[in-house]
């Protein structure tokens, strides 16, 4: 009896270590597999009050790990936290430790939250400049009691400036809280219109951006622009009185203008389409008055080198030897040598047959007789060519 009792006593004990040691290993193994499998970061704040170890770690809100560790590092706080291993979180995500309300626990949110694109990996580290921590009670008041002070009796208000002015804020204010209402209705409707314009706002402003710096490179130019523009408005401050009057007078003038306008409508509208076409036709004849204008002044020139003024006459140097030759001949000879384009070959031959018929049928006086003549104020001994040819044809004088 005695040996069984004992036995089934070592087979319990037996029993109860197995069960434990399958406890154990159980636990490790669970452990082993949360801690392996989760997402540790590490995150550096300013501050961390009311952030402690098991405090929630959230996006958008909902919980999605828990902090283990809260550990000041000189300047900075270094917070350890474990995000659930399905919750991907960005590459260049920051942290926030927000306070629900004064008295409750704070958590830490992280954000933004994860659209796509590279996951911060298990190890990473947020830095101060990708986290914030939010402005404590004790910091607030401070910052209150120093603007209390700023506008107290010993600050802004110390001969009553801030009263008057808080006075006639409450008496501008009186019956206009429909108009204010009003105001702010549409300040919100311009900064609903401002978000859905917000990429033209912002190229607006990079645009004035662009704009500014190029004025400052050319501050140089812009301060003499700026002060030419001063001497002009001084000049014009102080000869404000002949401005005036001469407005005046373009005033007067312009109103003559419309009157005549008005009143000659018709005639002017005639006159414009006339000079019309005399437009046209300097436009097509452009080459002959471009000619014209090359040689006039030349021309001009040789006439005004030519007149005497002494005299009252012409200075011309006569080629009395082409008087010599017949005057059919003379004629050929200026037709055949002087005209611009060839002459027809009909007149040519013409030419050609009549100036042997009638050449020395006129007896022409030398250039030494009609000289003598003009020297003694006689004329030269000019023949009647024609009277004569006719008398020798009929066989005598008559």
């Not at 009896?1 to 087979?11: E, F, G, S, V």
């Not at 018929?357 to 003598?372: E, F, I």
Request: charged residues 20%; hydrophobic residues 45%.
């Amino acid at each position: 009896m005695a040996t069984d009792t004992r036995a089934a006593r070592t087979t319990a004990m037996w029993l109860a270590l197995a069960a434990v040691i399958v406890l154990l290993l159980t636990g490790g193994l669970w452990a082993v597999t949360r801690t392996t499998g989760d997402t540790e970061l590490t995150a550096y704040f300013d501050r961390a009050v009311g952030l402690y170890p098991d405090s929630s770690v959230r996006v958008l809100g909902v919980e999605v790990g828990t902090i283990t560790d809260v550990v000041p590092a000189g300047d900075k706080v270094r917070v350890a936290m474990s995000v659930e291993s399905d919750v991907d979180i960005p590459v260049d995500a920051g942290a926030v430790i927000v306070a629900p309300s004064l008295v409750s626990d704070r958590y830490v949110q992280l954000t933004p939250v994860y659209r796509g694109g590279p996951e911060m990996p298990s190890g990473a580290v947020i830095t101060r400049e990708r986290t914030a921590a939010p402005v404590e009670l004790d910091e607030l008041f401070g910052s209150l009691d120093k603007v209390a002070v700023a506008l107290g009796p010993d600050g802004a208000n110390a001969d009553g400036s801030l009263s008057r002015v808080l006075d006639r804020l409450a008496v501008t204010m009186d019956g206009n809280g429909t108009n204010l209402n009003n105001t702010v209705s549409q300040l919100a409707r311009l900064s609903a219109t401002l978000n859905g314009s917000k990429d033209d706002l912002f190229g607006t402003v990079k645009h004035l951006g662009e704009f500014t710096t190029m004025l400052a490179k050319s501050d140089r130019q812009v301060n003499e622009l700026f002060t030419r523009v001063a001497d002009v408005s001084q000049f014009m401050a102080r000869e404000s009185g002949k401005v005036d009057s001469a407005l005046s007078t373009l005033a007067s003038a312009l109103t003559d203008v419309r009157g005549f306008v008005k009143q000659n409508r018709q005639l002017l509208s005639s006159n414009v389409d006339k000079l019309a076409k005399v437009s046209r036709v300097l436009v097509e004849r452009r080459a002959q008055l471009a000619e014209i204008l090359d040689v006039a002044p030349t021309g001009m020139n040789n006439f005004i080198n030519a007149y005497d003024a002494a005299s009252g006459t012409i200075a011309i140097r006569g080629n009395l030897n082409e008087l010599t030759y017949p005057p059919v001949l003379m004629v050929c000879r200026l037709l055949t040598a002087s005209t611009p384009r060839e002459i027809p070959d009909t007149l040519a031959r013409t030419c050609k047959k009549v100036a042997p018929a009638v050449d020395g049928t006129l007896d022409l006086p030398s250039v030494s007789q009609v000289l003598y003549s003009l020297q003694k104020g006689e004329l030269p001994p000019l023949p009647m060519p024609v009277l004569e040819a006719m008398q020798r044809a009929s066989g005598g004088d008559r």
